[in-house]
Structure formats: C-alpha cells, structure tokens
C-alpha cells in the first residue's frame, strides 16, 4: 500500500509556552514509542509557518482503519496524548480516509481531466 492510500490521523494543538521545554522531552519519547508500534506505517511531526493555531501537526499512518483503531485505544496512545493535553493548548484529532479521486469524465457530463490543455493559454 502507499502512502497516499493509507489512514491518516492527525494530532493538532498549540504548545502552552510554561511547558516548552516538558514538551520537548516529550516530542522525542513519543515519536520513538510510537513508531515502534507494529500498527503505525508512518510518522511525521510538521510545524506551521505562520503564527496561526495551530502551531504543531503529528501525522500518523495506518495501513486499515483496523490498525488505527488498535493503536488509539493502546495504553501508550491514550497516556502520551493525556500528558500531550496538559502541555497544549486547543488539542485536536481528525482521522482521513484515503479516497480516490476520477480524472474520467463525469456522469453528468462534465469534462474530464484529460481533456485539459496544460494550462498554458496563447491568449
């Protein structure tokens, strides 16, 4: 399977700036005792350009929704996002399906991807 066809679940939040540097330490010992969870594909910690919220994204991949579901309701999933929440601020969770997309066209008539010049206009 891809990447691009597995289960994504994203862990969002802001960190609370007195527990920066408890955050820290957390980071790296989460990231290691999650990815050594037989059902985790793949891991990423992304942090945003902008000062938006929010500040800090956990990606994590599942081949089945089966897998997920092992893994968030594991004793080490539930105990690193207890202590992620009393260091964060506006913590969220999403869970993404991997979902295909048709460039054939469509039943009611419209006009498929293919069908499209490059972009390029010689207006």
């Known amino acids: ?33 999650w990815i050594l969870t037989p059902t985790v594909a793949g891991f990423s910690s992304e942090q945003s350009v902008t000062d938006e919220s929010p ?21 080490p999933f539930t105990h690193r996002l207890e202590q992620l929440q009393d260091m964060t601020d506006t913590l ?15 039943a009611d008539g419209g006009v498929s991807m293919a069908a499209h010049t490059s972009g390029v206009h010689d207006d």
Do not use: G
Not at 57 to 68: G, I, V
Not at 92 to 106: D, E, R
């Open 55 to 75: 500040e800090m994204r956990l990606r994590l991949e599942f081949e089945t929704l089966a897998d997920w579901l092992v893994f968030v309701e594991s004793d």
């Open 1 to 33: 399977m891809t990447t691009h066809e597995r289960y994504v679940y994203e862990v969002t939040y802001d960190v609370v700036d007195p527990h920066r540097e408890e955050y820290e330490t957390w980071l790296p010992e989460t990231t290691e005792q």
């Open 92 to 106: 969220t969770t999403h869970l993404w399906k991997p979902t295909a997309i048709s460039l054939n066209p469509t």
